[in-house]
């Protein structure tokens, strides 16, 4: 993680930042599948903090 990859915004008069980039996760399966349905970090329901399951082997 480095600069290169924080992304910071405004949205709706609120200063968001966010980081962009590939992250692996070790959680129990139940976490990571509640990880994956309502996203990762802050402002969720405006469509941040999506994740994407990415194959290791492929990456």
């Known amino acids: 993680m480095g ?3 924080l992304r910071v915004l405004e949205y709706r008069g ?3 930042k966010g980081w962009t980039g590939l992250y692996e996760l070790d ?3 139940p ?3 509640l ?3 309502s996203g990762l970090g802050s ?3 405006q469509g941040f ?3 994407e ?3 290791a082997q492929k990456a």
């Open 49 to 51: 903090g999506m994740v």
């Open 3 to 5: 600069k290169q990859d």
């Open 53 to 55: 399951v990415v194959d």
């Open 27 to 29: 959680l129990p399966e």
């Open 43 to 45: 402002k969720n329901s």
């Open 35 to 37: 990880a994956y349905d």
């Open 14 to 16: 609120t200063v968001i």
């Open 31 to 33: 976490f990571f599948l």
